[in-house]
């Protein structure tokens, strides 16, 4: 089993950053993939950034690219995302994720595991 806890949401205006932080426990952090998804109101939950077990292969929405990153450091079982420059848009409950085979996806239906959610609003 892992359990996956999100912190660092809040509300910030528009052009602000934060930085969001997912810690792990359980099993396999370090050979499992690590995404962070989003879902606004009355929206699907969308991919936002994936990291691979390596750290090696990172990808990221068009909507995203350039503004955020996603990093994680194994050694505290801890994967983050630095977003920059939010727009209105970005608003929505943020998830982290975690994949036991260790190869990034879009499909939000193929990941294993998932935390409880982080609240990210971004006003004008």
């Known amino acids: 089993q892992v359990a996956l806890v999100e912190s660092g949401g809040g509300l910030v205006q528009a052009g602000g950053s934060l930085r969001l932080s997912c810690a792990a426990s359980?099993?396999?952090?370090?050979?499992?993939?690590l995404g962070w998804f989003r879902q606004a109101q009355g929206k699907e939950r969308e991919f936002v950034a994936g990291?691979?077990?390596?750290?090696?292969?990172?990808i990221y929405a068009d909507s995203v690219k350039g503004r955020f990153t996603i990093s994680r450091d194994n050694a505290k079982n801890t994967v983050y995302l630095q977003m920059n420059t939010l727009k209105p848009e970005d608003t929505a409950v943020y998830y982290c994720?975690?994949?036991?085979?260790?190869?990034?996806?879009?499909?939000?239906?193929?990941?294993?595991?998932w935390g409880q959610g982080t609240q990210v609003s971004v006003s004008l």
């Open positions: 994720a975690s994949r036991l085979n260790g190869v990034i996806v879009r499909n939000a239906n193929s990941w294993d595991y």
């Open positions: 359980g099993q396999r952090f370090s050979d499992s993939a």
């Open positions: 990291i691979s077990w390596s750290g090696r292969a990172i």
